[in-house]
Every structure is written in structure tokens, then in C-alpha cells.
């Protein structure tokens, strides 16, 4: 599983909501009233813009307090939402490996019918895996999937599992894959 990377989005909202709130809040008000989860703080902060501090009262359990930096100097600015690499899907991932592993006589339908249930028709289901079959995700898991089982990659390289279509392009490219040309 792709770690949870915060956006730029993420972290205005993140900024605004303190503003609302005087600057500060804890962290479990902040998820609780406005969904702001305990990652996103803790990589805000990382990145210079909320610092977190632990309130002790005499009774009870310390809570955690978030506070607006008043002058983020070195703040860094986190990547925009739309410049974050989505991850390959499950279920494509999934379509991929009952293609390659079925049967020799094995087709996509047969694969597109193994890990979509919903299937209502042989022809619904025959039209739909050839269009996932063109979705460059499935194109890209294909790529790396068949040449890991060429052999052709060093042991510390078949480790590696990519998450991103992109991943996998760098990789074949890196390496030099002639697979790399079908994606």
C-alpha cells in the first residue's frame, strides 16, 4: 500500500480551520469536528507548518495541541493533489494476475468474470475487459508482471512491488526492459 502523502489542499484546509479556531486545537477535536486526520497533522508538521504539543492536565489523559506556525521561515510547501502518483487499483491488479495465471486457454473475459462478479452478460463482460486491457494501469501492471517472470531482472530488482504505473515505467526504463516500449 502507497503511504498517505498530504497535499497542498489538504494542508490549506488543515491551516484554515486553525485560523478559525484561534491557531490551535487538539488533535482529536480537529478529527472529530472536521475530519482532519492525525497523519495529515504529523506531516504538516514535518513539513514546518503546525507544531504539535503534548497539554499534561493534573487528572486525566494529556491531549495532543496543534498550533499554526506564526512565521513558517523553512516551511516546504507539499506537492499539489493532482501531482501525487495514484496507485494501481486492487481489482486491476487483481484482473492482471487472473489473466496472466489462469489457464493457457485463459482469456479476458474468463479473467474480467473471475474479479468482477457484477458481470451480467458474456458480451458486457468481453467489451469491458478489452477496455481495461487499454487502461494504461492494467497496461503497466502487465508490463512489469510479464517481465518479472522473463527473468531478466536482478534478484534485488523482482523485490521491488511499484505502485504506480509511473513506478514501473521509471523501472523498465532504468533497467533498459524492452517491455518499456509497451506502455
Not at 497535499?7 to 477535536?29: H, M, P, Q, T
Not at 507548518?49 to 497539554?55: C, Q, S
Not at 511499484?162 to 516500449?181: K, N, Y
Request: charged letters at 25%.
Amino acid at each position: 500500500m502507497k503511504p498517505l502523502i498530504l497535499s497542498r489542499e489538504r494542508l490549506g484546509r488543515i491551516l484554515s480551520v486553525l485560523d478559525r479556531l484561534g491557531g490551535a486545537a487538539s488533535v482529536r477535536d480537529l478529527f472529530r469536528s472536521y475530519g482532519v486526520r492525525e497523519w495529515e497533522i504529523q506531516q504538516a508538521e514535518a513539513l514546518g507548518w503546525v507544531a504539535i504539543t503534548v497539554k499534561k492536565p493534573a487528572t486525566g489523559r494529556p491531549s495532543q495541541i496543534a498550533r499554526k506556525v506564526s512565521n513558517p521561515v523553512v516551511a516546504k510547501l507539499p506537492p499539489r493533489r493532482n501531482d501525487i502518483s495514484r496507485g494501481i487499483s486492487i481489482r486491476h491488479w487483481n484482473f492482471v494476475f487472473a489473466y496472466l495465471s489462469g489457464p493457457a486457454i485463459c482469456n479476458a473475459e474468463a479473467a474480467y468474470r473471475a474479479c468482477f462478479r457484477g458481470a451480467q452478460s458474456n458480451a458486457g463482460a468481453r467489451a469491458s475487459a478489452c477496455r481495461l486491457l487499454r487502461h494504461p494501469d492494467v497496461k503497466a501492471a502487465l508490463a512489469w508482471m510479464r517481465a518479472c517472470s522473463d527473468g531478466d531482472f536482478p534478484i534485488s530488482e523482482k523485490s521491488v512491488h511499484p505502485d504506480s504505473a509511473e513506478e514501473i515505467q521509471a523501472i523498465l526504463v532504468r533497467l533498459g526492459h524492452w517491455r518499456r516500449h509497451q506502455l
